[in-house]
């Protein structure tokens, strides 16, 4: 009967600390989504931009991860996150909820339960990596006259890091023009300039046809170089359609401001 006891102790003791950091990430994530949206952020907003019902559908595992996310891309942006009020003890108390919910969790348990959640987490911190890596690349390229040996070595590494991933050397955001909020099922078409698409049609067609993804983005591998004609489309937008370069050995980023029709 103690057994049980302290075991419905603990239980109800994790739920506060649960509920406790739920609300603490909500009142963090609307600050920063309102930053973001006016900013016109869209990588940083799709990083954050999580509803109340996505914590509260989440296991323990994976909503340590969540809030862990978005505390630290609040916690870079913090100085300007200061005018909509997030400040730095907001995001110290924050981490302290997010330790103890870890701490509460039961640590001999690993399964098939744990292995998805990784899974899951793992997704979750790629897209801060990218963002991340997206920033570095803009730093970088400010100091390339300034420190050419520098710059030199970091292509470098940028290449070896690039290869190891698979190559990618179109990367298209869609985001609404007006409020800079990511656009998911935008139908892409990209159709090569010379009527040929080589390797990059697995499907044989002449064109690579997919969607915008949930936070508005489209990877596409193994593109050969060229010029491209890219059309984007989605019912109550205006019709989108731009040429763009591919060239071997770096990565095109193709940003679409989709508008109101």
Do not use: H
Not at 56 to 74: F, H
Not at 132 to 141: Q, S, Y
Request: net charge positive.
């Amino acid at each position: 009967m103690l057994q049980e006891a302290d075991k419905s102790g603990n239980t109800a003791s994790k739920n506060l600390i649960r509920t406790t950091l739920i609300g603490q990430t909500i009142d963090v994530i609307r600050k920063t989504v309102a930053y973001a949206t006016n900013v016109n952020n869209s990588v940083l907003l799709e990083l954050v931009n999580y509803t109340e019902s996505d914590l509260k559908r989440s296991s323990d595992t994976k909503l340590i991860g969540i809030c862990q996310v978005v505390r630290d891309n609040a916690n870079t942006n913090v100085g300007a996150l200061a005018a909509y009020g997030v400040t730095a003890a907001m995001l110290t108390a924050l981490q302290t909820s997010i330790s103890n919910l870890s701490a509460a969790l039961p640590k001999n348990r690993v399964g098939t339960t744990d292995s998805e959640e990784a899974t899951n987490l793992l997704v979750t911190y790629f897209k801060t990596l990218v963002a991340n890596w997206a920033k570095i690349d803009t730093l970088i390229e400010m100091v390339k006259v300034t420190q050419p040996s520098f710059y030199n070595e970091y292509q470098n590494v940028r290449k070896i890091l690039d290869s190891s991933n698979g190559k990618l050397p179109l990367k298209i955001q869609a985001t609404n023009a007006k409020t800079g909020a990511p656009e998911a099922n935008v139908k892409l078409t990209i159709t090569p300039v010379n009527g040929e698409l080589k390797a990059a049609a697995a499907n044989g067609k002449s064109s690579i046809v997919k969607k915008t993804a949930k936070g508005g983005g489209s990877n596409y591998k193994n593109l050969p170089d060229g010029t491209y004609t890219v059309t984007a489309i989605k019912p109550g937008f205006k019709e989108y359609t731009t040429t763009i370069s591919v060239v071997n050995g770096e990565m095109t980023v193709l940003e679409i401001k989709m508008e109101k029709g």
